[in-house]
C-alpha cells in the first residue's frame, strides 16, 4: 500500500541516476503508519497530532501495545517505530482485518475532528458514528529520503543537471519529519531554477543530448508495424503492465518493506535482475515504450533500493534490519552513495558524515 499517486515511478531517479548522477541514501525509505482502512476508499491518513489529543492503538487481544515499543512516548512516537510496531503486531498475528485499532474512548471526539476534518467529514456524510466505528490503520510506504545528490543551488554530480523536491536526497537525513518536504521543494525548486538559469547562460543554452534521445527513439521504434494492437499504455500490449508492477510492489515489500534482512534483501537483488529481463523481452514496438521506460525506471529504482539496503548492515532511522537491529555509530555514522562504475554496474560507497 502506498500514499503516492500512480504516476510516482522514480523516472526522475532513474534518469539521473542513468545519466551518471551519484544518488545518496536510497535505503532510507519513510512509511506513514496510520492509514484509515475501514470504511474509507481511497487515502485516508490519521494526522499524528491525534495522539497527542489521547487517541491509542489497541492490537487484536485489545492491548495498548505503543508502550512496549516506545515506554516514552507511547502512541505518540514517530512515524518510524509506530510503522515498525504496527507492522509487527500484525505479523506476529495480533492484527484486526489488515491493521489495528484506533480507540478513540479517551480522546475528545471534537478535538480529533479538529485534527483529521476530512475523516470527520467522510464520516458524518456517510452517516457513521465516529465514537462506535471500528476504526482500523495500517502502514503505508510514504516518502523517500534518498535521492540524487544535490549541494544548496540544486545542482547535481553531472555539469547541467539540477534537481528539487523528493527526487533530490540527504536533506531530511534518514527519517524527514513531518511536513518539510513541500518548503524543502520550494525553497531548493527556486534556487534550482536560478541556478539552471545562470549554468545554460554560462554555457550558451545548450539543450539535452540529442544522442541520448536518439538512442530511445531508436529502440522502441525498431519493431514498429510488426505487433499486435495495444493501448500506449502497455494494456492489451507485450507488456503486461499491470503484472509487472504487481511484481515490483510484492518484491519489494517482501524484501525492503519495513523490516528488512539478509536473505529477503539478497532475494529483493535477484528478483530485480529478473524483473528487468523479463519485461525487456516482452518490450514490442514502439506502444509499449511509454509502459516499458516506466517500468524499467521502476525495475532500476527497485533494485538500487533493494542493493543500498542490503549495503548498510544496521538499523537506522527508516531503516531497520531484523539481522542488525542495531544503529551502528562506528561504521556507519555515514551516507551510502550509489552511482554507474566505469563499465555501467552499480558502485556502492560509504562516506563517513564528519
Ligand atoms: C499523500 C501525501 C501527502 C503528503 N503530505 C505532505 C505534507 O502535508 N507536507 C509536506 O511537506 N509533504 C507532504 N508530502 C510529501 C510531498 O507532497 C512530496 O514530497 C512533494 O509533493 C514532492 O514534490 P515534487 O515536486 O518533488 O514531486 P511531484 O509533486 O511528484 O512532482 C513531480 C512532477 O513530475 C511529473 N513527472 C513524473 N515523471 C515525469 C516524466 N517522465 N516526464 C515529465 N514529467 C514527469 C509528475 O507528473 C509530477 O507532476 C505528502 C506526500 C503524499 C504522497
Not at 87 to 106: A, C, F, K, N, P
Amino acid at each position: 500500500m502506498t500514499s503516492n499517486p500512480n504516476d510516482v515511478t522514480g523516472d526522475g531517479l532513474a534518469l539521473a541516476y542513468r545519466a551518471g548522477a551519484r544518488l545518496v541514501d536510497m535505503e532510507f525509505m519513510q512509511f506513514y503508519p496510520w492509514r484509515l482502512i475501514s470504511y474509507v476508499t481511497g487515502r485516508m491518513p490519521v494526522q499524528p497530532s491525534s495522539f497527542v489529543a489521547g487517541a491509542v492503538l489497541r492490537n487484536a487481544d485489545g492491548e495498548r501495545f505503543m508502550p512496549r515499543y516506545d515506554p516514552e512516548r507511547g502512541d505518540a512516537t514517530t512515524r518510524d517505530i509506530a510503522a515498525r510496531a504496527i507492522y509487527t503486531e500484525i505479523l506476529e498475528g495480533r492484527g484486526v482485518h489488515g491493521g489495528v485499532r484506533l480507540d478513540l474512548s479517551q480522546a475528545p471526539l471534537e478535538e480529533f475532528i479538529r485534527l483529521n476534518p476530512r475523516v470527520g467529514r467522510y464520516f458524518s456524510d456517510h452517516g457513521l458514528d465516529l465514537a462506535t466505528a471500528e476504526l482500523i490503520l495500517a502502514p503505508e510506504a510514504h516518502f523517500l529520503m534518498g535521492g540524487v545528490v544535490i549541494d544548496e543551488n540544486g545542482r547535481t554530480s553531472l555539469p547541467g543537471l539540477l534537481a528539487a523536491g523528493e527526487v533530490s536526497g540527504g536533506s531530511d537525513g534518514g527519517n524527514r519529519l513531518d511536513s518539510n518536504a513541500i518548503p524543502a521543494g520550494q525553497v531548493f525548486g527556486r534556487r534550482a531554477g536560478l541556478a539552471a538559469a545562470a549554468d545554460a547562460a554560462a554555457r550558451g543554452g545548450a539543450g539535452p543530448g540529442q544522442e541520448a534521445v536518439s538512442r530511445w527513439a531508436s529502440r522502441f521504434g525498431r519493431r514498429a508495424g510488426q505487433r499486435a494492437p495495444g493501448s500506449p499504455n502497455g494494456a492489451g500490449s507485450g507488456i503486461d503492465r499491470k503484472d509487472i508492477k504487481r511484481r515490483i510492489n510484492d518484491l519489494m515489500l517482501r524484501a525492503a518493506g519495513i523490516r528488512r534482512d539478509g536473505a529477503r534483501l539478497a532475494e529483493g537483488v535477484r528478483g530485480a535482475a529478473i524483473l528487468e529481463a523479463d519485461y525487456l523481452a516482452s518490450a514490442d514496438g514502439p506502444r509499449d515504450a511509454l509502459a516499458a521506460i516506466e517500468l524499467e525506471n521502476m525495475a532500476l529504482v527497485a533494485s538500487i533500493v533493494v542493493r543500498a539496503a542490503e549495503f548498510r548492515t544496521e538499523s537506522r532511522a527508516a531503516h531497520y534490519r531484523d539481522d542488525y537491529p542495531v544503529r551502528d555509530d562506528a561504521h556507519w555514522f555515514a551516507n551510502v552513495y550509489a552511482c554507474q562504475d566505469a563499465d555501467g554496474q552499480m558502485a556502492l560507497t560509504k562516506e563517513r558524515i564528519e
